[in-house]
C-alpha cells in the first residue's frame, strides 16, 4: 500500500515549501562550509556544527526513550562514515578545492553507492542507464580534475579526499540500511552526529588545531556560516527531508540530488567569487545528468525497499 494512503494527504504548500527547503538550502551549504572555514580550523568547525546540532536534536527526541548500547556502537560506525568521513571530507577539501567544484564531485556518491551495493550489498546488477550514468558521471569527473587540454587542474589531495569522502558516505549509507537504530530516525542522526563531533574533536587535536584557533580574527562571516549550518543545514533541511520521505516516494525525494550540485555552481559564482568556465558548464550537465540517470534507472523497483536513494553528504 502506498503510504500516501495511510495518512491524510498533505497540504501541497508544504510539500513545495519541504522540497524548496532541501533544494535550496542544501545546495547552499557548500559555499557555507567554505566560508565558514575561512577563520576557523575544519575538524573544530566541524566539531562545533554537529555538536550543536546534535545536542538539540537529542535533547528534543530523548523524552521519546533512551538509545540502547547497540545504537550508540551502529552510530558510531555511521557516524565515521557519514558526517565525519563524508562530510568532514568535503569541509577540509574546501581548504583547497572552489565549494562549487567540491559539489559537484561528491554528487557522484549515488555511482559509489551504485558499484558498492553490486559488489558486497544487495548484489543488485546495474541496469544499462545505470552503467551510461555511471561512465557519464566519470567523464564529469575527468573534466573537473583538468584531465586533458584547459584543465583547471585543482589541487590534487583535496580531489581526492573528496572522492575517498564520497565513497566514505556510500559506504555508511549502505551500513546504515542495516544497522540498529532507535525507532526515532531524527534520535538516530542526533546520536551520529554527537559522535562525529567527538570524532572532529579528536581529528582537530590530532592535527593541531587548537593551537592555530585565535578568537579575535573569526569573522562574522564565518560565525554566520556555522550558525546557518546548524540550524537551517542540519536541523530545517534534514527535517524538511525526512518528512518528505514520509509523504512522497523516495525517488521523488532523490531529486534534491539532481538540483544542489547546481545551486552549489551557481552561488559559489554569484556569492563566492568562483569562476565558470565552459568546462564546468559542460561537467555540471554532465555529473547532473549521470545522477539522474542512476537513480532513475537503478532497478525495476526503485520506489520500493530495495530501491537505492541518493545520498547528502551534509546533514
Not at 589541487?155 to 540498529?180: C, D, E, K, Q, T
Not at 556555522?226 to 531529486?255: C, N, Q
Amino acid at each position: 500500500m502506498n503510504r500516501m494512503s495511510q495518512h491524510t494527504v498533505p497540504a501541497r504548500w508544504r510539500v513545495i515549501a519541504a522540497f524548496a527547503a532541501v533544494y535550496l538550502i542544501w545546495g547552499s551549504t557548500y559555499l557555507a562550509m567554505r566560508f565558514a572555514i575561512e577563520t576557523i580550523p575544519p575538524f573544530l568547525m566541524g566539531a562545533v556544527r554537529y555538536l550543536g546540532a546534535g545536542a538539540l536534536l537529542y535533547a528534543i527526541t530523548r523524552r521519546r526513550g533512551a538509545p540502547t548500547r547497540l545504537h550508540w556502537r551502529d552510530a558510531l560506525i555511521v557516524g565515521a562514515l557519514l558526517p565525519f568521513g563524508g562530510n568532514g571530507g568535503v569541509i577540509w577539501s574546501q581548504q583547497f578545492v572552489p565549494s562549487s567544484i567540491a559539489a559537484l564531485i561528491v554528487a557522484t556518491a549515488s555511482l559509489w553507492m551504485v558499484l558498492l551495493n553490486w559488489v558486497r550489498g544487495d548484489r543488485v546488477r546495474p541496469t544499462l542507464g545505470v552503467i551510461l550514468g555511471i561512465g557519464l558521471g566519470l567523464f564529469g569527473i575527468a573534466l573537473l580534475v583538468g584531465i586533458g587540454e584547459g584543465g583547471m587542474n585543482y589541487n590534487p589531495i583535496g580531489i581526492i579526499v573528496l572522492l575517498f569522502a564520497a565513497l566514505a558516505w556510500a559506504s555508511g549509507s549502505l551500513y546504515s540500511r542495516r544497522a540498529h537504530t532507535p525507532a526515532d530516525p531524527l534520535q538516530a542522526t542526533a546520536l551520529q552526529m554527537l559522535v562525529a563531533s567527538g570524532l572532529f574533536i579528536i581529528a582537530g587535536i590530532a592535527t593541531g588545531e587548537p593551537q592555530r584557533v585565535r578568537l579575535d580574527l573569526v569573522s562574522q562571516r564565518s560565525l554566520f556560516a556555522v550558525g546557518y549550518l546548524i540550524v537551517f543545514g542540519s536541523l530545517i533541511a534534514y527535517s524538511a527531508y525526512v518528512w518528505i520521505l514520509r509523504v512522497s516516494t523516495p525517488t521523488r525525494a532523490s531529486t534534491y540530488a539532481f538540483v544542489n550540485p547546481v545551486i552549489a555552481v551557481f552561488l559559489g559564482w554569484a556569492l563566492g567569487g568562483e569562476t565558470i568556465t565552459p568546462r564546468t558548464i559542460i561537467a555540471t550537465i554532465a555529473i547532473v545528468v549521470a545522477v539522474a540517470l542512476i537513480v532513475t534507472q537503478q532497478s525495476p523497483a526503485r520506489d520500493g525497499a530495495s530501491a537505492i536513494a541518493p545520498v547528502k553528504m551534509d546533514e
